[in-house]
């Protein structure tokens, strides 16, 4: 009799130096050489998928459906091949943006949702538990059985154990101290447990070398090798069907294909050491081929070992589930047996290990943390250490689910053979498949589409499986089952509106997928994605394309001291120095004091505490720190709109300076004009004195002479007094016109507007300057039309021009035969009126010199001219106020003419308003 | 020996007037229109002083005054300009060319015939 105490001994001694490894292997990593960074080991790691289900339960299915165990191992077969592309994406994925569990890819691809990851956890959980409660009953159930060595009997069924001598109580607490002892030592801000993957590595090859040591005994020791061992088989009734594929394909062998297919990649455990453990893409591809190797070595014996044992217990006494563990026995092998044991036991605390370790992770970053960071009671998200805290959620859990799985067998373990208790956590994880491949490669897939497709499979697996399990174990009415609920036959849970004939699991699986795909492909199609998530999406499914990972816009600020502190607080100052010290390396500064915050350091804190405490908690707690707007639709188009109102206000800006460049440029001009006009102002001002002053100087002169000399003659007095009389009267005209003429240029000057006839205008003129041409002997000639013209002008002013042009022919004609003409033409719009004489004539540089201000030319009169030099000023700027010209053609010695128009049409301007000119006021 | 002074001014009435008061005091006068003609007459005939206006046609003023300055033999003639602008800068401007005295229009007959005497030498004409 195999004593209790070898048994445990040999047990503790083989977990003991799983520890040691595990420790070891930790040790090195924190050392920086690590040891698993090996594809091999790598491959062997992802065997944790082959657990005691494997060791035992192949077996037992086998022994029913003969080769229809193979399915479960045929479909992670098939998926090997996709694996490089699939994995591949999941791990770049997951190195990317930090990922520590399958429910925080789930979260982080749908906008960080903490909803989703909550819901992903709870399902993984629940779906795990039977899993797990698997895991105890093979290794209590060989445990009872190695007992009683060498006798070969089954352990007592059902509840009748009362719980305290339960061995599978004793064996779960017992891994759940192992457990929590392995695998939460101390945060680790990737999620990785380089030791715990050290340990799988040999637990795969110590449960494959056992399985093979039993295949090869019962193979080639009882029997006389392959050969032998089936040429028996199928002579015998019990075994002969076993060997054929007869009824094997179909529905069921589909549907198992497809439920292992999608456990390979997605069950909690599978997704820990193939995407969270990984150390390096490149490992994939030898995964590719080695591990399907393993599968086929770890299975070879399977059918054998069936028919031997089907052969060797032919009563059924037996459960088949065991022959692996009582064929050793029934031939004596105490050792073999013994070594078989610890490789199931190897095969089962390697499935709890890690799958306890991932489920814990994804409680407590995904399900607890989320919680109590929004319970506002708490305030934890200013508590100082956290880690304490997140260590101690994270061992609860696992001794939580370990009471759980040991719960569920108690009530439901019996029930099943342990491969239905396994499917039934195939079908649970099976749902995570359209969330995930869906995130992966669907950019349209949407949170709610998630939601709603991860509640409706989960709900309909929990009714299809976990209903009826629970129903067959008699905690709820089998009526349930048999009869539908309320007796609504069409809502059986074994056979959904009606469809029947199908297993269990194909059943189960036909209508959570068709729930579960439908939900989420319509509503996704049917909703709208938020900023984050559509930011989120492309992410993820263009992982491959994308070499930055670049924040989407925000507006926040942060310091660097404090994102440095709140990192601290969960992972540990001396880690987050270092974490802070490399960003700052790759940036190119010395040290993390020269770090810029910006939204770049934002992105890489929030994936540095996303390792320790999952997607959505760091982004709560960074937020919290960096005092961040979430940035919505609306903000966005805030933004744009601000920036689009910098522009136009910039362009606004652009344009006033040019402006304002413009209006100096005139001012300048103008000052320029301004000073120039002082500058002829006072030109003119000592002009004008000296026109005074000369007149002035001949009075004065001639009047002190007269003074001085009394004893002046007659005649000479006579001369100086009329001297005098003609320069008083030469200033005094002077003045006059002189004020005329600024009066008519300031616009001051008085016009009145009437009916003139200019022939009889011209005739006064002719008159007034009769006695004046008499004189100088000049003829007269006048020129009029038969009709002249009625004009509406200013008479006075017109007649000044005439008098001042006549007197100015009359200067210029020669002494003897002066002649002068006077001219009136009518034009269509103007008429023009011609003064000519025949005297010298004018050259043409002094033909615009006569019209300047006290500008004369030479004249035959005198030797000097006697005129003020205004008149023809005065008359250019009356003759221009009314509407016309005023100019003169003439050439040295043929005498000239002056000419002037005046508009027939009264001007709508100055000429018909008499006082247009007076104000010049501004209001 | 009656001293010889040339009256150039393009003004008829004041030459009349000055012409007059000069006879009366004893010189012999001459008549520049403009300052061509007085640079020809003081070819001609070298005055003692010349009532040079500063605003005479063809040749100014200012330019005859620099002719007579440069003329060596004309070293010894008075110069006294005329002017109906008075500001400082013609004022300086009519002495730096070597004008002996500058007297503004219109003047007080008494106050120029005593600058023409005291620059002959000769006592007042006008009491």
């Known amino acids: 009799m195999l004593l209790g105490g070898v048994i445990l001994l040999a047990s503790f001694v083989y977990l003991g130096i799983l520890f040691a490894i595990a420790y070891y292997g930790d040790k090195r990593a924190d050392a920086g050489r690590s040891i698993i960074a090996n594809p091999v080991i790598y491959s062997l790691s992802l065997a944790v998928y082959a657990t005691s289900w494997t060791f035992y339960g192949s077996i037992g299915r086998a022994a029913v459906n003969g080769v229809g165990f193979l399915p479960i191992y045929l479909g992670p077969t098939l998926m090997c091949a996709l694996w490089w592309v699939v994995l591949r994406k999941m791990i770049r994925i997951s190195k990317v943006h930090r990922?520590?569990?399958?429910?925080?890819?789930?979260?982080?691809?749908?906008?960080?949702?903490?909803?989703?990851?909550?819901?992903?956890?709870?399902?993984?959980?629940?779906?795990?538990?039977?899993?797990?409660?698997?895991?105890?009953?093979?290794?209590?159930?060989?445990?009872?059985?190695?007992?009683?060595?060498?006798?070969?009997?089954m352990p007592p069924k059902g509840r009748a154990v009362a719980l305290w001598r339960d061995?599978?109580?004793?064996?779960?607490?017992?891994?759940?101290?192992?457990?929590?002892?392995?695998?939460?030592?101390?945060?680790?801000?990737?999620?990785?447990?380089?030791?715990m993957v050290a340990a799988i590595a040999v637990e795969s090859i110590v449960k494959l070398l056992a399985f093979l040591a039993a295949g090869i005994f019962v193979t080639f020791v009882v029997y006389d090798g392959f050969g032998d061992l089936f040429g028996r088989a199928a002579q015998l009734e019990r075994t002969a069907p076993l060997m054929k594929f007869g009824d094997a394909a179909g529905a069921s062998w589909t549907s198992l294909v497809l439920l292992s297919m999608m456990a390979i990649l997605f069950?909690?455990?599978?997704?820990?050491?193939?995407?969270?453990?990984?150390?390096?893409?490149?490992?994939?591809?030898?995964?590719?081929?080695?591990?399907?190797?393993?599968?086929?070595?770890?299975?070879?014996?399977?059918?054998?070992?069936?028919?031997?044992?089907?052969?060797?217990?032919?009563?059924?006494?037996?459960?088949?589930?065991?022959?692996?563990?009582?064929?050793?026995?029934?031939?004596?092998?105490?050792?073999?047996?013994?070594?078989?044991?610890?490789?199931?036991?190897?095969?089962?605390?390697?499935?709890?290990?890690?799958?306890?370790?991932?489920?814990?992770?994804?409680?407590?970053?995904?399900?607890?943390?989320?919680?109590?960071?929004?319970?506002?009671?708490?305030?934890?998200?200013?508590?100082?250490?956290?880690?304490?805290?997140?260590?101690?959620?994270?061992?609860?859990?696992?001794?939580?689910?370990?009471?759980?799985?040991?719960?569920y067998y108690r009530v439901?373990?019996?029930?099943?053979?342990?491969?239905?208790?396994?499917?039934?956590?195939?079908?649970?994880?099976?749902?995570?498949?359209?969330?995930?491949?869906?995130?992966?490669?669907?950019?349209?897939?949407?949170?709610?589409?998630?939601?709603?497709?991860?509640?409706?499979?989960?709900?309909?697996?929990?009714?299809?499986?976990?209903?009826?399990?629970?129903?067959?174990?008699?905690?709820?009415?089998?009526?349930l089952v048999d009869d539908g609920p309320l007796g609504i036959e069409r809502l059986?849970?074994?056979?959904?509106?009606?469809?029947?004939?199908?297993?269990?699991?194909?059943?189960?699986?036909?209508?959570?997928?068709?729930?579960?795909?439908?939900?989420?492909?319509?509503?996704?199609?049917?909703?709208?994605?938020?900023?984050?998530?559509?930011?989120?999406?492309?992410?993820?499914?263009?992982?491959?394309?994308?070499?930055?990972?670049?924040?989407r816009p925000w507006r926040g600020s942060a310091s660097v001291q404090e994102m440095m502190a709140l990192i601290a607080r969960f992972l540990g100052s001396a880690r987050a120095g270092e974490a802070f010290a490399g960003y700052a390396r790759q940036r190119g500064w010395t040290s993390a004091a020269e770090i810029q915050p910006d939204a770049e350091l934002v992105c890489f804190s929030e994936n540095l505490l996303a390792g320790a405490i999952g997607a959505s908690s760091a982004r709560v707690m960074v937020a919290s720190v960096v005092k961040e707007e979430p940035l919505g639709m609306?903000?966005?188009?805030?933004?744009?709109?601000?920036?689009?109102?910098?522009?136009?206000?910039?362009?606004?800006?652009?344009?006033?300076?040019?402006?304002?460049?413009?209006?100096?440029?005139?001012?300048?001009?103008?000052?320029?004009?301004?000073?120039?006009?002082?500058?002829?102002?006072?030109?003119?001002?000592?002009?004008?004195?000296?026109?005074l002053r000369t007149p002035l100087t001949s009075i004065r002169a001639m009047s002190e002479t007269l003074q001085a000399k009394p004893g002046m003659d007659e005649a000479r007095r006579r001369q100086f007094i009329s001297i005098i009389v003609k320069e008083s009267e030469r200033l005094t005209r002077l003045i006059n016109q002189m004020l005329d003429l600024a009066r008519l240029e300031s616009g001051g000057a008085d016009w009145h507007s009437a009916e003139v006839d200019l022939g009889e205008l011209i005739e006064d003129a002719v008159s007034t300057t009769a006695a004046l041409l008499r004189e100088n002997a000049i003829t007269l000639t006048v020129d009029l039309p038969p009709h002249p013209p009625m004009l509406r002008s200013d008479r006075d002013r017109l007649l000044q021009v005439l008098l001042n042009l006549i007197s100015n022919a009359a200067k210029f004609c020669p002494r003897d035969g002066g002649r002068i003409t006077i001219g009136l033409h009518v034009r269509p719009d103007v008429v023009q009126v011609d003064v000519s004489d025949n005297g010298v004539g004018i050259d043409a540089a002094d033909q615009a010199l006569i019209f300047e201000k006290f500008r004369q030319v030479g004249d035959t009169l005198t030797g000097k001219p006697q005129g003020t030099g205004l008149g023809l000023p005065i008359?250019?700027?009356?003759?221009?106020?009314?509407?016309?010209?005023?100019?003169?053609?003439?050439?040295?010695?043929?005498?000239?003419?002056?000419?002037?128009?005046?508009?027939?049409?009264?001007?709508?301007?100055?000429?018909?308003?008499?006082?247009?000119?007076?104000?010049?006021?501004?209001? | 020996?009656?001293?010889?002074?040339?009256?150039?001014?393009?003004?008829?009435?004041?030459?009349?007037?000055?012409?007059?008061?000069?006879?009366?005091?004893?010189?012999?006068?001459?008549?520049?229109?403009?300052?061509?003609?007085?640079?020809?007459?003081?070819?001609?005939?070298?005055?003692?002083?010349?009532?040079?206006?500063?605003?005479?046609?063809?040749?100014?003023?200012?330019?005859?005054?620099?002719?007579?300055?440069?003329?060596?033999?004309?070293?010894?003639?008075?110069?006294?300009?005329?002017?109906?602008?008075?500001?400082?800068?013609?004022?300086?401007k009519g002495l730096e060319l070597g004008a002996d005295a500058y007297v503004t229009k219109p003047f007080a007959i008494k106050d120029l015939m005593a600058e023409v005497a005291r620059q002959l030498g000769d006592p007042p004409s006008l009491p």
């Open chain 1, 167 to 195: 061995t599978a109580l004793y064996i779960a607490l017992l891994l759940a101290a192992f457990t929590v002892l392995f695998g939460t030592r101390h945060l680790e801000a990737t999620e990785r447990h380089e030791g």
């Open chain 2, 1 to 92: 020996m009656t001293k010889t002074v040339l009256i150039a001014d393009d003004e008829p009435n004041i030459v009349i007037s000055l012409e007059f008061l000069l006879q009366e005091a004893g010189y012999e006068v001459l008549v520049a229109r403009d300052g061509q003609e007085a640079l020809e007459i003081l070819n001609r005939r070298v005055p003692d002083l010349i009532l040079l206006d500063v605003m005479l046609p063809r040749v100014s003023g200012f330019d005859v005054c620099q002719h007579i300055r440069a003329h060596p033999d004309w070293r010894g003639m008075r110069v006294i300009m005329l002017s109906a602008k008075g500001r400082d800068a013609e004022v300086s």
């Open chain 1, 99 to 153: 990922i520590t569990s399958i429910a925080d890819f789930i979260a982080a691809r749908y906008g960080k949702s903490a909803l989703l990851g909550g819901l992903v956890t709870v399902i993984a959980v629940v779906g795990i538990i039977p899993y797990i409660a698997l895991q105890l009953k093979a290794v209590s159930a060989s445990f009872e059985i190695l007992l009683q060595y060498p006798e070969v009997v």
């Open chain 1, 412 to 479: 439901a373990g019996e029930a099943y053979a342990l491969v239905s208790l396994g499917l039934v956590s195939f079908a649970a994880v099976a749902q995570f498949a359209p969330a995930m491949l869906g995130g992966m490669y669907w950019k349209q897939g949407t949170r709610n589409g998630a939601l709603v497709g991860l509640t409706l499979g989960f709900a309909v697996w929990g009714y299809t499986l976990l209903l009826p399990a629970l129903a067959k174990s008699g905690w709820l009415p089998i009526s």
């Open chain 1, 634 to 691: 609306d903000e966005v188009l805030n933004i744009l709109d601000e920036a689009s109102q910098v522009l136009a206000y910039s362009h606004q800006l652009e344009q006033k300076s040019r402006e304002l460049e413009a209006a100096t440029a005139e001012l300048r001009a103008a000052n320029a004009r301004l000073q120039e006009l002082d500058r002829m102002k006072d030109d003119f001002i000592s002009t004008v004195s000296h026109e």
């Open chain 1, 875 to 923: 008359s250019r700027q009356i003759v221009e106020h009314l509407g016309g010209k005023l100019w003169v053609v003439s050439a040295p010695g043929r005498g000239a003419t002056f000419s002037f128009t005046l508009p027939l049409e009264a001007q709508a301007g100055p000429a018909s308003v008499p006082a247009a000119h007076k104000t010049t006021s501004p209001s």
């Open chain 1, 267 to 407: 069950l909690p455990r599978q997704f820990q050491v193939s995407v969270v453990e990984n150390v390096n893409e490149g490992h994939v591809a030898k995964a590719i081929w080695l591990f399907p190797a393993y599968m086929l070595a770890i299975n070879i014996f399977v059918l054998p070992i069936t028919l031997a044992g089907l052969m060797h217990f032919p009563d059924g006494r037996i459960d088949a589930d065991t022959f692996l563990l009582t064929l050793p026995m029934a031939h004596g092998q105490e050792a073999l047996a013994l070594f078989v044991f610890i490789g199931g036991l190897s095969a089962a605390t390697g499935m709890v290990i890690v799958e306890t370790i991932a489920l814990s992770t994804m409680i407590c970053n995904d399900l607890v943390m989320p919680v109590l960071l929004r319970w506002r009671a708490l305030a934890l998200v200013r508590r100082a250490d956290l880690t304490g805290l997140l260590l101690t959620i994270r061992r609860g859990a696992i001794v939580v689910l370990m009471m759980l799985g040991y719960a």
């Open chain 1, 492 to 551: 059986k849970p074994l056979a959904l509106f009606g469809l029947a004939g199908l297993d269990d699991i194909s059943h189960a699986l036909f209508w959570s997928m068709l729930a579960n795909v439908g939900g989420y492909v319509a509503v996704s199609m049917l909703g709208r994605q938020g900023i984050g998530e559509r930011a989120q999406a492309q992410l993820f499914v263009d992982v491959f394309t994308r070499s930055d990972h670049a924040a």
